[in-house]
C-alpha cells in the first residue's frame, strides 16, 4: 500500500478485480504526488504507458506516442498523421496483450493537447466507440495542469460527458500523515516542528522528502528554500504555470487575496485587483477552489451571494511573505527566528493549518458526527448601536443548537488569558448575538498549541483543543 493512500489503492485494488472497463481520471496541484500513486501501485505492470511533452508540438507529441507504444511492444505505423490514427495503433497493441487487465496509463495528457489536435475527439473515439465496450481495460490519465483536466475531462459535455467512472482529487497529507512519513523515514522532529514545516509547505508529500536528517528544522528550511543551491528556491515561479496554461490572471487573484487573510468577496477582489467581472473569473474561482489553492465560505448570517474567497495555500502565503523579495542571506530562516515578523506570520499560519483540520477539531470536541457549517462571521464597530466590532476567523454551527466560536492562537507555551482576551471574547459573543439574533448556546473555543493556564479569566473558554489533536 503507497504510504499515505490507502483509500485510492483500495479503489485501484477493486478496479482490477472488477469485470468491466473503467477510466479513471485523477488530478490535484503540483507535487501532490498523482503521477507517483500510480507508479508505486502498478509498478511495471502496464500494457501501455506515456506521459506527453512540455513544450512539443503536434507532430512531436505523436512521435512521442508511437515512440511509447513501440517500447511497450507494439507495432505502430511508419507515420501517423494525427491522433485517430495513433489511438488505432494503441488498440492494436492491446488487442495483442495476454494480460488480463490491460492498464493504460496517459500522463501529462493536457500537453498532448496542442491547438487544433483533436486529441479530446480521438479519446472519445477511443473510449466510447471501443474500450468501454470491453471488460479488460483500465484506462488512467493525469495532468498537472488541473484546470484543463477539469474542463476538457471531468466536467466535459461533449462526447465524455459522464464516461469518467472514476475520479480522483488528490489531495494533501494532514499533520497526522506527515508524522507517520516523518517518523517511517527515522526523521528527530517533534510535533511542534512537523507543524512549523506544514505551516510552510502544507502536507504536500514532494515538499517533505527534501528533510534532511542531522539538520534543525531551521537548517532545513534554509537548506530547501534559501541556500545556494536550493532545491525549490524557484519552486514558486512554475507552481501556477505548472497548473494552469495561461497563469497570469490565476497569481493576480492569488496576490491580490494574499493581501487580506481573512478573504475578500468577489466585488472587493475585483475592486483590488481590477480584473473584469466575467464569467471567466467565476470559472478561474472555481478552478483555484478545486485545486485547494483558495477556499469559498460564507459569513455566518450573510446572504449566500456574499461568498468570501479565501487564500489558503500554505506555501503561498508564505511565499509573499518571505520570498517574494528575494533574500540572499542562506541563514535567511535561522535568523528570522524570534522576530515580530516571524511571530505575526506563524500566528496566521497557524490558522490556516485549523482549518485544514476542521475534521480533528471536531473529533476533539466530541462532536464528529454533529452534522455542522462552518463559517466565519466579521462586524464593523458601531458604538450607537453597542457594537464593538469583531472578526471570528472560525464558528461551528451544529445542528445541536450549539455555536463554538473558535479562538486559534499559536503560543510557544500554554497560553494565557488575561483580562484583555477574556473581554475580547466576551464582546464577540455579544455582536454575534445581537447582530444574528441567533438562539444557539455561544461556546468560547479555544485551539492552540500546548493548551490553556487555568487562572481567574480562562473560565471564559468552555473546550479547548491542542496541537495533538490536530494530529
Known amino acids: 500500500m503507497v504510504f499515505g493512500r490507502g483509500r485510492e489503492t483500495k479503489l485501484f485494488e477493486s478496479i482490477l478485480k472488477d469485470e468491466k472497463s473503467h477510466f479513471v481520471s485523477i488530478y490535484?496541484?503540483?507535487r501532490v504526488g498523482k503521477t507517483f500513486l500510480v507508479r508505486e501501485i502498478f509498478g511495471n505492470?502496464?500494457?501501455f504507458q506515456h506521459a506527453g511533452l512540455a513544450d512539443g508540438g503536434l507532430q512531436e507529441q505523436l512521435f512521442a506516442f508511437e515512440s511509447s507504444i513501440k517500447n511497450s511492444g507494439g507495432s505502430p505505423s511508419k507515420k501517423v498523421k494525427n491522433w485517430l490514427e495513433a489511438f488505432e495503433d494503441l488498440k492494436s497493441l492491446i488487442i495483442k496483450s495476454s494480460e488480463k487487465k490491460k492498464v493504460i496509463f496517459i500522463d501529462e495528457l493536457s500537453w498532448m493537447d496542442t491547438?487544433?489536435?483533436?486529441?479530446?475527439?480521438?479519446l472519445e473515439n477511443f473510449w466510447n466507440g471501443w474500450a468501454s465496450f470491453r471488460n479488460d481495460i483500465v484506462l488512467i490519465i493525469c495532468a498537472s495542469a488541473t484546470s484543463w483536466m477539469l474542463s476538457h475531462i471531468i466536467h466535459n459535455k461533449g462526447g465524455l460527458y459522464n464516461r469518467i467512472t472514476e475520479s480522483i482529487n488528490l489531495r494533501q497529507f494532514t499533520l497526522g500523515e506527515c508524522e507517520e512519513y516523518v517518523k517511517s523515514n527515522g526523521l528527530a522532529l517533534n510535533r511542534t516542528q512537523i507543524l512549523q514545516f506544514y505551516m510552510i509547505f502544507g502536507g504536500v508529500p514532494y515538499y517533505w522528502t527534501f528533510l534532511k536528517k542531522g539538520l534543525s528544522l531551521?537548517?532545513?528550511?534554509?537548506s530547501i528554500l534559501f541556500g545556494k543551491d536550493a532545491p525549490l528556491k524557484d519552486e514558486f515561479k512554475y507552481l501556477y504555470a505548472s497548473i494552469f496554461k495561461n497563469p497570469v490572471v490565476y497569481e493576480k487573484i492569488i496576490k491580490t487575496l494574499a493581501q487580506k487573510k481573512v478573504g475578500m468577496t468577489r466585488d472587493e477582489l475585483i475592486d483590488f485587483s481590477g480584473i473584469i467581472n466575467s464569467g471567466d473569473l467565476t470559472k478561474k474561482l472555481e478552478e483555484l477552489e478545486s485545486c485547494g489553492f483558495i477556499r469559498k465560505y460564507y459569513a455566518y448570517g450573510m446572504k449566500k451571494?456574499?461568498?468570501?474567497y479565501q487564500l489558503m495555500d500554505n506555501f503561498t502565503l508564505f511565499y509573499y511573505q518571505f520570498m517574494e523579495n528575494k533574500p540572499t542571506d542562506e541563514h535567511f530562516w535561522q535568523n528570522q527566528m524570534n522576530t515580530p515578523c516571524l511571530n505575526t506570520w506563524m500566528g496566521l499560519a497557524f490558522e490556516r493549518v485549523c482549518l485544514e483540520h476542521i475534521d480533528r477539531i471536531k473529533k476533539a470536541l466530541g462532536i464528529q458526527g454533529v452534522q455542522t457549517d462552518v463559517n466565519s462571521w466579521y462586524c464593523k464597530a458601531d458604538k450607537e448601536?453597542?457594537?464593538?466590532g469583531s472578526q471570528i476567523d472560525l464558528l461551528i454551527v451544529r445542528k445541536d443548537q450549539v455555536i463554538n466560536l473558535c479562538e486559534?492562537?499559536?503560543c510557544s507555551t500554554e497560553y494565557t488569558v488575561d483580562e484583555k482576551q477574556e473581554r475580547i471574547i466576551r464582546n464577540k459573543i455579544s455582536d454575534l448575538k445581537n447582530l444574528t439574533g441567533t438562539k444557539y448556546a455561544v461556546f468560547p473555543t479555544l485551539i492552540t498549541t500546548y493548551g490553556i493556564v487555568e487562572n481567574s479569566f480562562s473560565g471564559e473558554v468552555q473546550a479547548v483543543?491542542?496541537?495533538d489533536d490536530l494530529f
Not at 218 to 222: E, F, H, L, R, S
Not at 305 to 308: E, I
Open 385 to 388: 448601536k453597542g457594537i464593538f
Open 305 to 308: 451571494k456574499n461568498a468570501v
Open 115 to 122: 491547438p487544433k489536435s483533436n486529441l479530446i475527439t480521438a
Open 465 to 467: 483543543v491542542t496541537q
Open 28 to 30: 490535484g496541484r503540483r
Open 408 to 410: 486559534m492562537k499559536y
Open 218 to 222: 531551521a537548517q532545513n528550511v534554509d
Open 45 to 47: 505492470r502496464f500494457t
